[in-house]
């Protein structure tokens, strides 16, 4: 037998640095440690591995799909009514909502199991009766165990379940007296919050008061339709049945013609007969015009009318003119004419006013009236804003008045010299606003509390003027450049202090008994100066020495006089030179030489000038500058051209001319342009271009327009306008949507698709401030909901619980803002849900559980809730901030007490295929988080907000996804059938040889 070789299998590393890796991955690597040879010779081993994948698919798809139901089979068990006093003052009677928190709080307080709390009702304290009485089930009680409570009393109907094997009557006394002790010997006060049917959810302290049975269930059969077992053994039933347990239903009024009772007071007749009790003969057809129906199929008629159903009337006397009898003694006439017996003309309208008609429908009308039924009176002057009502009057509508209706009226006067234009309508004149123009308007908005008390006059708040109140005034002005910044308070430059800015402040401090003046500038005392008054003055500076003290210059060598500015030169200097530095003489312009005698000329005079003073050359007739450097043209160069030579200019590229005055253009100029500057042409307004052979369009042609000779744009497709910018969508852009481009919408974030008539629906989710009850006790918002939780849930029928847990949160927005379909029903019971989330409805009319969207819910549907379908009495839709979307292992939530699915109808299909679609992550779930601990997050939930990165993956994928799921599906179907075909050929050939 050949085998697979090894060398083809697939080796895959363990992870070697050191982490701890998932249970999958740790088995995947063990799974690839070692070399598998598999057999494909034995068809027998080949059989068995398809059947193994056949059954895993199986398994895949519908096993995982089945719920864990809580109560969901027949036991036997026993009715108390509880009593406690609360320390609440609701003020009126009303039902607790959380039935299932309550009997967690009591089984954790007795350590029994299987309490179910079936009814749970606040019975309000009277305000003129004694404190310590409640009136409870038509009966004034006292509470026994605490005498002293004041509030409210909770009466709880409990029903709690026999052992399995307490099944004779001994045994469920027994069971039935230890309850009743143990409430009896408990004196623990129960605090926790119960939620009612009104809202309110406050938190109570109860103290038991007693306990009384309403049953020991030692009755067999057991009692049904609500009968309660004795303590004798035998049913006590309710209003409207009867029989040793309750079955046989009582009617009070006898059934009959063969009638059968078949609920209280409820009569099941045979096909011929109808009503409560079946004293109404039916007949198949109909008796009419007051016909009686007197026995099975059989009428009775009233005067007047014959025939098998009494249809046919009877007429005394002959209708005329092609008239018929359509009742007793009633004609039916034609057209224009009426009567008994059709002989009067008919004008339909009747003629009004006094006008008579002559034949069918022909009136004739008195002068002041017309029309076909003489009701249009005529009034010779038109009535402009009214209607004639009479002859010759008009009528005015409202807000008009006059003769002829053309004065408006306004109900309150005009102000301001605003004038009544039309009814109701002040038009007013500048400056003034306002139904009555009573509102003056200021053209610039009055700011820091001003207001505007006539046109564009603002009447300031105190601290502030201007002609919009923009200035702070303060009413100490402040000094040294100070700016007023907000009433009374003064920002003070750098260097100033004080309230108003006027006190000096210096760096260092002034010495020498120097006061500070202004900001780091001493005032000093005579004799002295510097910024700190450090230094002393002399009256006359001492420029070649320093000032020893005040008024004394100590001079340096070579300098003399009071104040050392006098050098000493023994040379002498000419030409107006001064003796700058002891024996250096400081020349005058121009001058050089030890003692300043000789002229200089800087540059040197060139072609043959001379220097005769200082910076002066003397030139000869052809050549001038200041240093004879320049050739002389009689006529100027113009344009950037130089005079080369005397007499001769070089022009600069572009010009000619003797003086350089002509432009050239190397292109001619076209369509009236001229040459201005070289190569450049100044055309006439609407050309461009280098010789102004363009045509040019304002504003400028965009997105691939042209210019056309006409100087209009010529647009490429999808673009239009005067500067081609305006995109074109061919089909219009709808919902708020704009065309942004060609064939191309923007639209609102709710709308999509190409011309934005596409509404989006995509969030199914639930509102944050809805509750879910807690398997543990009490209840949670789902905004507050973490992976792990324990919730309760119900099953697909609504008839029993399902022990549930929070597995994912898929999306997370409690900053955004959605619209919710709120569902009221008639018990008070209010559930909100996004457009797209599913929800289980009951629909009456094909008497069936249905799923539907929250938006296609109506209120002919029935919410599910525990054991009962609750008709809906509103549904409003409201924008709300905050939705989420949990993902449980069920695939349901029990949210304020009403059943809903946890996805939503934006995948495209049902919430059986999605919850069986999402085994594989229910089931990894469960792995995870029983190999590593139920503190394990799986799935690393760490996305507080927006929608979870996997979620997101799936629905980017979703089509891909549904081909895997239903191909996967449908395999497993072909796969059996193809089995089951393999198996019958196998038999049919066996047989045949």
């Not at 698919?57 to 719920?67: E, G």
């Not at 210059?553 to 030409?575: A, E, L, R, V, Y």
């Not at 220097?611 to 002389?632: A, D, I």
């Amino acid at each position: 037998m050949q085998s697979i070789s090894t060398s083809n299998l697939l080796e895959i590393e363990t992870n070697n640095n050191g982490n701890e890796q998932p249970f999958f991955r740790k088995w995947w690597n063990a799974m690839h440690s070692y070399r598998v040879k598999v057999s494909v010779c034995c068809p027998l081993v080949t059989l068995g591995l398809v059947a193994l994948l056949v059954f895993f698919v199986f398994m895949l798809i519908y096993l995982p799909n089945r719920q864990q139901h809580v109560t969901n089979v027949h036991i036997i068990s026993v009715s108390y009514v509880l009593i406690y006093g609360t320390n609440t003052k609701l003020g009126q009677a009303t039902n607790a909502s959380d039935l299932a928190s309550i009997a967690n709080n009591l089984m954790k307080l007795t350590d029994l199991t299987g309490i179910i709390v079936v009814n749970a009702k606040l019975i309000p304290a009277p305000i003129d009766t004694a404190p310590r009485k409640r009136q409870v089930l038509s009966e004034t009680i006292q509470c026994q165990k605490d005498p002293g409570t004041t509030g409210d009393l909770l009466v709880l109907t409990i029903s709690v379940n026999y052992p399995g094997d307490c099944v004779d009557t001994d045994c469920r006394k027994a069971h039935d007296n230890k309850i009743r002790n143990l409430f009896n010997s408990l004196h623990a006060k129960l605090s926790f919050e119960i939620m009612f049917a009104n809202g309110q959810m406050p938190r109570m302290e109860l103290s038991f008061c007693f306990i009384e049975s309403l049953s020991t269930a030692a009755c067999w059969p057991a009692c049904s339709n609500g009968g309660t077992c004795s303590s004798d053994g035998t049913c006590l039933c309710r209003t409207g049945w009867n029989g040793s347990d309750c079955t046989i239903p009582v009617c009070s009024k006898s059934c009959l013609n063969n009638g059968t009772c078949s609920s209280p007071n409820t009569c099941t007749c045979i096909s011929e007969w109808d009503g409560s009790t079946c004293a109404i003969p039916v007949c198949s057809k109909a008796c009419l015009n007051n016909g009686t129906c007197s026995s099975p199929n059989t009428c009775t008629c009233a005067t007047g009318w014959d025939g098998p159903t009494c249809e046919n009337p009877i007429c005394s006397t002959q209708c005329k003119n092609n008239g018929t009898c359509i009742g007793p003694n009633k004609c039916s006439c034609t057209t224009g004419w009426s009567g008994s017996d059709c002989s009067a003309p008919v004008c339909l309208p009747q003629c009004q006013n006094n006008g008579t008609c002559t034949g069918p429908g022909v009136c004739n009308c008195t002068v002041d009236w017309t029309d076909s039924d003489c009701t249009t009176p005529i009034c010779s002057i038109p009535c402009s804003n009214g209607v004639c009502s009479k002859p010759g009057v008009c009528s005015c509508a409202a807000g008009w008045q006059g003769s002829q209706c053309i004065t408006p009226v306004c109900s309150k006067p005009c102000l301001n010299n605003g004038t009544c234009s039309s009814p109701n309508t002040c038009t007013c004149i500048s400056g003034w606003d306002g139904s009555t123009c009573a509102i003056p308007v200021c053209s610039k908005v009055c700011l820091n509390n001003g207001t505007c008390s006539s046109p564009n006059i603002c009447t300031c708040a105190t601290g502030w003027n201007g002609p919009t109140c923009e200035n702070p005034v303060c009413s100490t002005q402040c000094k040294n450049n100070g700016t007023c910044i907000a009433p009374n308070k003064c920002s003070c430059m750098a260097g100033w202090s004080a309230s108003d800015c006027s006190v000096a402040i210096c760096l260092p401090q002034c010495q020498n008994n120097g006061t500070c003046a202004s900001p780091g500038l001493c005032n000093c005392s005579f004799g002295w100066t510097g910024s700190d008054c450090g230094t002393p003055i002399c009256s006359t500076p001492c420029s070649n020495g320093v000032c020893s003290s005040p008024g004394i210059c100590s001079c340096t060598t070579g300098w003399q006089g009071s104040d050392c500015k006098t050098p000493i030169c023994s040379q002498g200097c000419f030409n107006n030179a001064t003796c700058g530095l002891p024996g250096v003489c400081t020349c005058a312009s121009g001058w050089t030489g030890s003692n300043c005698t000789t002229a200089i000329c800087l540059p040197e005079c060139l072609n043959n000038g001379v220097c005769v003073s200082p910076g002066t050359c003397q030139c000869t007739n052809s050549w001038s500058g200041s240093n004879c450097q320049s050739p002389v043209c009689t006529s100027q160069c113009l344009n950037g051209g130089v005079c080369s030579s005397p007499g001769i200019c070089t022009c600069s590229a572009g010009w000619s001319g003797s003086t350089c005055e002509t432009a050239i253009c190397s292109s001619s100029c076209l369509n009236g342009g001229v040459c201005q500057t070289p190569n450049v042409c100044s055309c006439t307004p609407g050309w461009t271009g280098s010789n102004c052979q363009t045509p040019m369009c304002t504003p400028v042609c965009s997105n691939g327009g042209t210019c056309s000779s006409s100087r209009t744009c010529i647009c490429v497709t999808g673009w239009n306008g005067v500067d081609c910018t305006t995109p074109i969508c061919s089909r219009g852009c709808d919902n708020g949507g704009y065309c942004v481009s060609p064939e191309k919408c923007y639209c609102p974030r709710e709308w999509s698709g190409p011309e934005c008539r596409k509404r989006v629906e995509d969030n199914g989710c639930y509102f944050g401030k809805d509750r879910v009850n807690l398997v543990d006790g009490g209840q949670r918002y789902i905004e507050n909901l973490e992976v792990g939780d324990r919730v309760w849930s119900l099953s697909t029928d609504g008839n029993s619980f399902i022990e549930d847990e929070i597995v994912l949160m898929m999306h997370n927005e409690p900053n955004k803002t959605e619209t919710f379909y709120t569902m009221e029903t008639v018990d008070d019971s209010v559930i909100s849900l996004t457009a797209t989330h599913n929800i289980p409805v009951y629909d009456a009319e094909m008497d069936q559980i249905r799923y539907l969207r929250a938006s296609k819910v109506t209120s002919e549907h029935h919410l599910i809730l525990f054991n009962r379908r609750v008709a809906i009495r509103n549904i409003t839709t409201t924008s709300r901030l905050g939705y989420y979307s949990p993902l449980t292992l069920s695939g349901y939530l029990y949210v304020n007490n009403i059943s809903t699915s946890v996805f939503s109808d934006s995948y495209g299909v049902s919430p059986d295929t999605l919850q069986r679609f999402f085994t594989p992550i229910r089931m990894y779930y469960c792995v995870m988080r029983w190999y590593f601990g139920n503190n394990y997050d799986p799935f690393e939930t760490n996305t507080k907000e927006g929608l979870h990165p996997f979620i997101h993956y799936l629905k980017e994928n979703k089509h891909v996804f549904k081909i895997i799921y239903f191909s996967l599906k449908y395999v497993f179907l072909i796969s059996i059938f193809y089995l089951f075909y393999k198996y019958l050929s196998t038999i049919i050939s066996s047989k045949v040889h």
